[in-house]
C-alpha cells in the first residue's frame, strides 16, 4: 500500500467527528489534506464550511466533560471503598464485642 492509499484506509475507518476533529485541529499533513478533503466531500461535509473555531470549542468541552466525569467515578469509587472497609472493620468489631460477651 502507498502513503495516500494507507491515509484513504485510516480516513475512511474514521467517523465523521474523527475526521472533522482531526481536519479542524489541522493535524493532517500536506499529503493527508487533499485525501481528508477528498473523504470529507464524499460523506457529504464540506471542509472549507467546518467552523473551526467552533469545532475546537466543542471539543475542547466536551473534553473537559469527560474529565469532570472520570473525576467524578473516581470520587465514587474512593467513598465506596472507604465505606466498604468501614462497614468491614465494624462487622469484626461487632463480632469480637459479640463473642466476649457471650463467652
Known amino acids: 500500500m502507498t502513503r495516500p492509499e ?3 484506509s485510516a480516513f475512511q475507518a474514521m467517523t465523521d467527528s474523527e475526521l472533522i ?3 479542524a485541529k489541522q493535524q493532517l499533513s500536506d499529503v493527508a489534506r487533499p485525501i481528508a478533503a477528498e473523504e470529507l466531500r464524499g460523506r457529504g461535509i464540506e471542509p472549507d464550511q467546518i467552523d473551526l473555531r467552533g469545532e475546537l470549542d466543542r471539543q ?3 473534553e473537559v466533560e469527560y474529565k469532570r466525569g472520570q473525576r467524578q467515578r473516581a470520587g465514587r469509587m474512593g467513598l465506596r471503598f472507604l465505606l466498604t472497609t468501614a462497614g468491614a472493620i465494624l462487622s469484626a468489631f461487632g463480632a469480637a464485642i459479640v463473642a ?4
Do not use: C, V
Not at 100 to 103: M, N
Open 100 to 103: 466476649l460477651i457471650f463467652r
Open 21 to 23: 476533529a482531526r481536519w
Open 60 to 62: 475542547e468541552r466536551d
Open 6 to 8: 494507507l491515509f484513504q
